[in-house]
Antibody
Framework: EVQLVESGGGLVQPGGSLRLSCAGS????????MSWVRQAPGKGLEWVAN????????NYVESVKGRFTISRDNTKNALYLQMNSLRGEDTAVYYC????????WGQGTLVTVSS | QTVVTQEPSFSVSPGGTVTLTCGLS?????????PTWYQQTPGQAPRTLIY???TRSSGVPDRFSGSILGNKAALTITGAQTDDESDYYC??????????FGGGTKLTVL
């Protein structure tokens, strides 16, 4: 069974940085595309970024390009999201998801950007 | 920018059948968009129901089915149960590694 556990969320001031982590187990992490999806309070799901199995391809939604960086460490079965220059509109629960179409999901970690 | 469209809300009676759709603001949805459907209840993470148009995820009851209907992807719930009252989201592959979610449909069962 796919298990994904996110961590690293919290309160950060506008312009600040945060690094999210996701630990995967129960599947072959190194053979899976991985994604980040977020959900602002009371809003719908928004695809944020994904990364190919070997890390050679990374894709981002336009609104985070140049500010967020997705990465992975297959030796640790870990996925990361480095978030810089954070804005109020980045406030959301951030979910880690496995597979190109986000088939497996973690429980999410809340990021709040506020002064 | 292409928008993925879903009905904002829908209502179905217990035992009834409902079809939710997932379309494009411009163009038609085909299997090449790899439509995937999720169910989400308040405070919970999404749960994958259907992927690549019509493949049911493990453990999903067969009363949930996916298809292409006309120019949209569709999720049909046959024999709706009160437990099906949730938000339903679709996601489409737009090419170049980019995926876009629809705005979601709030389904009421009463």
């Amino acid at each position: 069974e796919v298990q994904l556990v996110e961590s690293g969320g919290g309160l950060v001031q506008p312009g600040g940085s945060l690094r999210l982590s996701c630990a995967g187990s129960g599947f072959t992490f190194s053979s899976s595309w991985m994604s980040w999806v977020r959900q602002a309070p009371g809003k719908g799901l928004e695809w944020v970024a994904n990364i190919k199995e070997d890390g050679s391809e990374k894709n981002y939604v336009e609104s985070v390009k140049g500010r967020f960086t997705i990465s992975r460490d297959n030796t640790k079965n870990a996925l990361y999201l480095q978030m810089n220059s954070l804005r109020g509109e980045d406030t959301a629960v951030y979910y880690c998801a496995s597979g190109r179409s986000c088939r497996g999901w973690g429980q999410g970690t809340l990021v709040t950007v506020s002064s | 920018q292409t928008v993925v469209t879903q009905e904002p809300s829908f209502s179905v009676s217990p035992g009834g059948t409902v079809t939710l759709t997932c379309g494009l603001s411009s163009g038609s949805v085909s299997t090449s968009y790899y439509p995937t459907w999720y169910q989400q209840t308040p405070g919970q993470a999404p749960r994958t129901l259907i992927y690549t148009t019509n493949t049911r995820s493990s453990g999903v009851p067969d009363r949930f089915s996916g298809s292409i209907l006309g120019n949209k992807a569709a999720l049909t719930i046959t024999g709706a149960q009160t437990d099906d009252e949730s938000d339903y989201y679709c996601v489409l592959y737009m090419g170049s590694g980019i995926w876009v979610f629809g705005g979601g449909t709030k389904l009421t069962v009463l």
